[in-house]
Nanobody
């Protein structure tokens, strides 16, 4: 069974940093696109960052220059380094695995990890 287990969330002050991790199992990780999404209370879930199996990345405009997505295929893990955090970054962050080498609309979700940024 596919499992995506997020970790690294928590409470930080504005301007601080967090590093989220997502450990994947049950998939051929190295062949799959991976992504991070987030959902704030009362809001729609939105794409934050994505990375193809080849390592190409894309970011939401709201996090460009502050967040970095990366992957370690030897550990079946995708990371989201979050710097210069803002209160508006507060959300539940979800790991996403595509069924394909790029991030298409078919895949799996992790359980989510809470990120809270205080002002």
């Amino acid at each position: 069974q596919v499992q995506l287990v997020e970790s690294g969330g928590g409470l930080v002050q504005a301007g601080g940093s967090l590093r989220l991790s997502c450990a994947a199992s049950g998939i051929v990780f190295a062949t799959k696109a991976m992504g991070w999404y987030r959902q704030a209370p009362g809001a729609q879930r939105e794409l934050v960052a994505r990375i193809t199996s080849g390592g190409n990345t894309n970011y939401a405009d709201s996090v460009k220059g502050r967040f970095t997505i990366s992957r370690d295929n030897t550990k079946n893990t995708v990371y989201l380094q979050m710097n210069s955090l803002k209160p508006e970054d507060t959300a539940v962050y979800y790991c996403r695995s595509s069924r394909y080498s790029i991030m298409l609309d078919d895949g799996y979700w992790g359980q989510g990890t809470q990120v809270t940024v205080s002002s």
